[in-house]
């Protein structure tokens, strides 16, 4: 039960997800940046109450590089449009089906990267683990970061130069 609870969470949150699709939702530019800053802090506040080894940023640093480049590419994955018209006109968002996949994909691959007996080579039992949690923490750092500033420039380019799809 304990295994297969995750996957089953993770399959209905994915199905949710799936059937929202087909709808666009209004794409908020001036709100982009909170996210951002909460996933920052939260980041920030677990490296200052558990600083990282030499190897744990260097963890932390590939976790924000390989983070950044898949939220950039889900970013510029996702339908972005113009709705209306002058002073009514505003950025619209749809998800695509390749973004959501890559999202699982990510998943997938994170089962087979981190086997259950974690990373060798640390030699005390818990360094492999805060190893693994340091380069979580700047995955998602970079993830967030990357995905918010990505929509941020792609709408903000459509607004600037009139384009109602990209």
């Not at 677990?46 to 480049?69: E, I």
Request: aromatic share 8%.
């Amino acid at each position: 039960m304990a295994t297969y609870l995750p996957l089953a969470i993770f399959v209905g949150i994915m199905a949710l997800r799936m059937m929202r699709m087909k709808k666009a939702r209004p794409l908020r530019l001036p709100l982009l940046w909170i996210m951002p800053l909460f996933v920052t802090a939260a980041v920030a506040l677990a490296f200052y109450g558990m600083p990282p080894s030499g190897l744990g940023w260097l963890c932390a640093a590939a976790g924000v590089v390989v983070g950044g480049a898949i939220g950039a590419q889900r970013a510029r994955l996702m339908h972005l449009h113009i709705e209306g018209e002058g002073s009514k006109a505003r950025v619209m968002m749809r998800q695509s089906p390749l973004a959501i996949l890559l999202i699982v994909a990510v998943f997938i691959a994170r089962r087979f990267v981190l086997p259950s007996g974690g990373m060798q080579g640390s030699g005390h039992p818990a360094g492999n683990a805060l190893l693994v949690m340091d380069a979580t923490l700047g995955f998602a750092l970079g993830m967030v970061v990357a995905l918010r500033l990505v929509l941020w420039l792609r709408a903000r380019t459509m607004v600037a130069n009139h384009v109602f799809d990209a």
